[in-house]
């Protein structure tokens, strides 16, 4: 095996219409590191509003907490991932662990 291979993937998706062809060039390294192969395909998704979990649109995601932060909305999809939604940039990130545990920790109270 060589130590670069061309890697070409082709995302289709039936409910939105969404069409993705990403070229990556994988090393054997990136291979036991799926994340490094993954992160590139879930920013775009998010990039285009899209959940990478079940490629549906954020814009009907359910709104947990409004102002998190400033101009930040927290959102959770149809298949219970969450999200953050910064309404100035139109961007949506996932929300990470660690805000995730003190978010429960804080509707709990």
Do not use: W
């Not at 095996?1 to 995302?11: A, I, L, T």
């Not at 192969?37 to 954020?58: A, I, R, T």
Request: hydrophobic share 35%; charged share 30%.
């Amino acid at each position: 095996m060589y130590p670069f291979s061309d890697v070409e993937v082709r995302v289709l998706s039936s409910a939105n219409g969404i069409v993705m062809t990403l070229k990556l060039c994988i090393d054997n390294a990136m291979i036991r590191k799926p994340k490094f192969v993954l992160k590139p395909f879930q920013e775009v998704l998010l990039g285009k509003g899209v959940c990478p979990g079940c490629m549906k649109p954020l814009s009907g995601a359910e709104i947990i907490v409004h102002d998190y932060k400033p101009g930040v909305d927290v959102l959770q999809c149809k298949c219970r991932r969450r999200f953050t939604h910064d309404k100035k940039k139109n961007r949506y990130k996932r929300l990470s662990l660690e805000s995730e545990e003190a978010l429960l920790t804080n509707r709990k109270k």
